[in-house]
């Protein structure tokens, strides 16, 4: 039973361009949502997060963006940089879970120079 | 700096081998995970440790146990390796949301 989906394996995207990662979620105890990002041979890294009171969130080149009622969050990169290239993981956690994370299968960002 | 340290990058182990997988944090969060990392199926919870001697089973404990015996360590012991068990191994701590991650174990079972 797979709580939290990333349905996209792979994105292929224009330096420059936008990037947009899609993600959706069936449990509706979760209250908490963020991506990471992971590189080869090195553990995630915390990129953004947005609580379900809240419908955006932006830091700089990223925004996430929640629609609660269609149980579903998208990260958009503006403008995408070969250095974005990476495994980008989003992760859903209820507020009673011990802070337990229920991770997505991940979708591949490739950045084109 | 927060850190997670996991203490070895690359391990081949032999099959029916025991094996411990050993993860420090030094940031005196309350939780502790243990995930495996599979391609196509993202990352998966094994086991999770919310307090010292307290652990609780994740989405796939079978063939693992654990051991937290002071908070900032939290082991995983593979009690016989299968080749099944070659994974890449990632460990996390967390006081609230979201967790800081060890750099990775890439384990080998051969």
């Known amino acids: 039973d797979q709580q939290v989906k990333q349905n996209s394996p792979s994105l292929s995207v224009q330096e420059g361009r936008i990037s947009i990662l899609n993600c959706d979620y069936t449990?509706?105890?979760?209250?908490?949502f963020l991506w990471y990002k992971k590189y080869p041979a090195e553990g995630p890294t915390f990129l953004i997060s947005?609580?379900?009171?809240?419908d955006k969130n932006e830091d700089g080149r990223f925004t996430v963006f929640l629609n609660k009622s269609a149980k579903h969050l998208s990260l958009h990169i503006v403008p995408s940089q070969p250095g974005d290239s990476a495994v980008y993981f989003c992760?859903?956690?209820?507020?009673?879970?011990?802070?337990?994370?229920?991770f997505g299968q991940g979708t591949i960002l490739t950045v084109h120079p | 700096d927060v850190k997670v340290t996991q203490s070895s990058r690359y391990l081949v182990k032999r099959t029916g081998e025991k094996v411990f997988l050993e993860c420090v944090q030094d940031m005196d969060h309350e939780n502790m995970f243990w995930y495996r990392q599979d391609p196509g199926l993202g990352l998966r919870l094994i086991y999770f440790?919310?307090?010292?001697?307290?652990?609780e089973k994740g989405d796939i404990p079978e063939g693992y146990s654990v051991s937290r015996e002071k908070k900032e360590r939290f082991s995983l012991i593979l009690e016989s390796a299968s080749t099944n068990q070659t994974s890449m191994y990632l460990c996390?701590?967390?006081?609230?949301?979201?967790?800081?991650f060890g750099s990775g174990t890439r384990l080998t079972v051969v």
């Open positions: 992760a859903a956690s209820a507020r009673t879970s011990y802070g337990k994370l229920t």
């Open positions: 947005i609580s379900s009171i809240k």
């Open positions: 440790s919310y307090d010292v001697k307290m652990k």
């Open positions: 996390a701590s967390s006081l609230q949301y979201g967790y800081t």
């Open positions: 449990n509706s105890m979760f209250d908490y």
